[in-house]
């Protein structure tokens, strides 16, 4: 059974920084993408970050503050957050398995989310 567990979200002031932790278990995911999306409340869910190999793409509004990463060792991948911001606040899901890497509709599993919260 292939499960995917968040953690490190929290309550942060903006311009602070949080990293966010993925653990997969149950089965790697070496050739497809791993990745992050958030929805914020009344809103749809958004592609954040997304990485297959050593291909990296990140929505945007997030390029040149966070950074993926992934631990192929842990079967863990990362998303750091540094220069957050009030709109950076939603609930962080993990997804992995998907071939197309800013469609939430491509990815097969997700974790049960993790909520980010940046104070103004």
């Known amino acids: 059974q292939v499960q995917l567990v968040e953690s490190g979200g929290g309550l942060v002031q903006a311009g602070g920084s949080l990293r966010l932790s993925c653990a997969a278990s149950?089965?790697?995911?070496?050739?497809?993408?791993m990745a992050w999306f958030r929805q914020a409340p009344g809103k749809e869910r958004e592609f954040v970050a997304a990485?297959?190999?050593?291909?990296?793409f990140y929505a945007d509004s997030v390029k040149g503050r966070f950074t993926i990463s992934r631990d192929n060792a842990k079967n863990t991948v990362y998303l750091q957050m540094n220069s957050l911001k009030p709109e950076d606040t939603a609930n962080y899901y993990c997804?992995?398995?998907?071939?197309?890497?800013?469609?939430?509709?491509?990815?097969?599993?997700w974790g049960q989310g993790t909520q980010v919260t940046v104070s103004s």
């Open positions: 997804a992995a398995g998907g071939m197309i890497y800013n469609r939430g509709s491509d990815y097969t599993y």
């Open positions: 149950g089965r790697t995911f070496i050739g497809s993408y």
């Open positions: 990485m297959r190999m050593t291909v990296n």
